[in-house]
T-cell receptor, first 114, second 114 residues
Framework: AQKITQTQPGMFVQEKEAVTLDCTYDTSDQSYGLFWYKQPSSGEMIFLIYQGSYDEQNATEGRYSLNFQKARKSANLVISASQLGDSAMYFC???????????FGSGTKLNVKP | KAGVTQTPRYLIKTRGQQVTLSCSPISGHRSVSWYQQTPGQGLQFLFEYFSETQRNKGNFPGRFSGRQFSNSRSEMNVSTLELGDSALYLCASCPGTGVTGELFFGEGSRLTVL
């Protein structure tokens, strides 16, 4: 069964505006980790932000924040004040407990327009 | 601190050949995992090694194999290459287990099978 769903294959956003990238997940585990990665055209996966399933506060890292709604099993990424350098693929991922196995969504290609 | 290093970065092979990819994790990281990324299938987990033991394996045929050495460096091998094996192969490392802590990715090895 698909564990991570990203329903937006591609998105456009105007420079300096905020954008939300959607992610829903499926798990029966009580303990899990949720991650967002950015992949520029160069191919390297860049870690952006992490949210633990027991964390009550939404995670924030600079311009990135994670809107975590546990009951709805969603973990949306919010990028504030978009920059041209934010144009990339964005992947939502979930980590199983105890094992270093990550499930990735299909990704969202974000294009920031000047 | 040096990041995850993958070699070679690019390679071209023909059907039926075999290939070996190498990954040096971040110093101190005992877990190394491999992912295959293709446009059609996205990021798929291949396998994970921890202290020289394979702990997890994804749903790939036996042509895909790997190993980890005592210094945590890892190799993956694909035998009898098929056209569908053309992909970006990403190696990632992390210190240990649990749900916290992100994967640190290398820049990938881009394999083209002709």
């Amino acid at each position: 069964a698909q564990k991570i769903t990203q329903t937006q294959p591609g998105m456009f956003v105007q420079e300096k505006e905020a954008v939300t990238l959607d992610c829903t997940y499926d798990t029966s585990d009580q303990s899990y980790g949720l991650f967002w990665y950015k992949q520029p055209s160069s191919g390297e996966m860049i870690f952006l932000i992490y949210q633990g399933s027991y964390d009550e506060q939404n995670a924030t890292e600079g311009r990135y924040s994670l809107n975590f709604q546990k009951a709805r099993k969603s973990a949306n990424l919010v990028i504030s004040a978009s920059q041209l350098g934010d144009s990339a693929m964005y992947f939502c991922a979930m980590r199983e407990p105890f094992f270093n196995k990550f499930y990735f969504g299909s990704g969202t290609k974000l294009n920031v327009k000047p | 601190k040096a990041g995850v290093t993958q070699t070679p970065r690019y390679l071209i092979k023909t059907r039926g050949q075999q290939v070996t990819l190498s990954c040096s994790p971040i110093s101190g990281h005992r877990s190394v995992s491999w992912y295959q990324q293709t446009p059609g299938q996205g990021l798929q987990f291949l396998f994970e090694y921890f202290s020289e033991t394979q702990r997890n394996k994804g749903n790939f045929p036996g042509r895909f194999s790997g190993r980890q050495f005592s210094n945590s460096r890892s190799e993956m091998n694909v035998s009898t290459l098929e056209l569908g094996d053309s992909a970006l192969y990403l190696c990632a490392s992390c210190p240990g287990t649990g749900v916290t802590g992100e994967l640190f990715f290398g820049e990938g090895s881009r394999l083209t099978v002709l």
